[in-house]
């Protein structure tokens, strides 16, 4: 019940923010600008959406064999998949926890515990770039904050040592190699960033290094968990920060649709095809 009360709200707070960016950038706004867009930028995102798909799943191969060795890796990219089907409608995309229940002949409780973890570096991965960049074109002060981001995903298997219900995972959580797991973490964060960096260059190309960093505020702002998958948040941050590099907001807002759509619809839909083709191979 509090799950679906948290789903409705979202939801409405979903359609609230498309119909305030729907204000302001007109749906044939969108279209005009789709249709003049260079298909050729747009495909090459598109292919690196494999790539961004194979980093996950090193990333979460390297956390299930620590509890079960001997998991296909047909397993664990299924198990991908399938959360994505949860994670669209979860705060900050909390659902890929749910990645845990489908790996078969293994504890449950520690891959969940191993999944949190894969999570906490991805949201910290994240937040590095967005305090890096707002220390770059704000202020300095917030590159203490990036500091002690590092300083806490590098001592991470210390800092959860101190709570309480994780001590009994100290075992699995002793074995996890944080370098591997915030190296492959940065590198997703940095192809998400160079995919949308592309689409922008679909509408208007842009230097690479201003648009880095801006996009990355953008991907800083849109983690609040508020709306289903940050869908119309993030379009609204795009509007209002890539006008500084000189893209229209019709322009703005289709790119970060079609980020949306390439990243998390198209994954998505695969996991709703697993669940309702439960037993067949991908």
Same mark, same amino acid.
């Not at 449950?108 to 949190?116: C, G, H, N, P, S």
């Given at each position: 019940m509090k799950f679906n009360k948290k789903l409705i709200l979202k939801t409405i707070f979903t359609i609230l923010f498309l119909i305030f960016l729907f204000y302001f950038v007109k749906p044939n706004q969108i279209i005009q600008a789709l249709k003049q867009a260079k298909f050729i930028w747009i495909l090459l995102a598109f292919l690196l959406l494999p790539l961004n798909l194979f980093i996950q799943f090193l990333r979460w191969k390297f956390l299930v064999v620590l509890s079960n060795e001997n998991v296909p890796n047909r397993e664990i990219i299924k198990s991908i998949l399938y959360s994505f089907s949860y994670s669209i409608f979860t705060p +900050?995309? #909390? =659902?890929? $926890? =749910?990645? +845990?229940?489908?790996?078969?002949?293994?504890?449950?409780?520690?891959? *969940?515990? %191993? +999944?949190? !973890?894969?999570?906490?570096? +991805?949201? =910290?991965? #994240? #937040?590095?770039?967005?305090? %890096?960049?707002? =220390?770059? !074109?704000?202020?300095? #002060?917030?590159? $203490?904050?990036? &500091? %002690?981001?590092? !300083? &806490? %995903? *590098?001592?991470?298997?210390?800092? *959860?040592?101190? $709570?309480?219900? $994780?001590?009994?995972y100290k075992r699995v959580i002793r074995r996890v190699k944080i370098s591997k797991i915030f190296s492959i973490s940065i590198i997703f964060v940095f192809i998400y960033i160079f995919q949308f960096f592309l689409v922008l260059n679909a509408f208007h190309i842009v230097q690479f290094f201003k648009s880095f960093f801006m996009i990355s505020i953008v991907m800083f702002f849109n983690s609040l968990p508020i709306t289903l998958s940050g869908l119309g948040i993030r379009e609204l941050l795009s509007v209002y920060f890539f006008k500084d590099l000189g893209i229209s907001p019709a322009s703005a807002a289709s790119a970060s649709l079609i980020i949306f759509f390439i990243n998390i619809l198209i994954p998505t839909f695969v996991g709703f095809g697993l669940h309702i083709f439960g037993k067949k191979n991908v």
């Open positions: +900050a995309r #909390l =659902g890929e $926890i =749910g990645r +845990a229940f489908h790996i078969q002949n293994s504890k449950k409780d520690e891959l *969940v515990i %191993l +999944a949190f !973890f894969e999570k906490f570096f +991805a949201f =910290g991965s #994240l #937040l590095l770039f967005g305090f %890096l960049s707002l =220390g770059i !074109f704000k202020t300095y #002060l917030f590159f $203490i904050i990036v &500091i %002690l981001i590092i !300083f &806490i %995903l *590098v001592e991470s298997k210390t800092i *959860v040592k101190f $709570i309480p219900f $994780i001590q009994r």
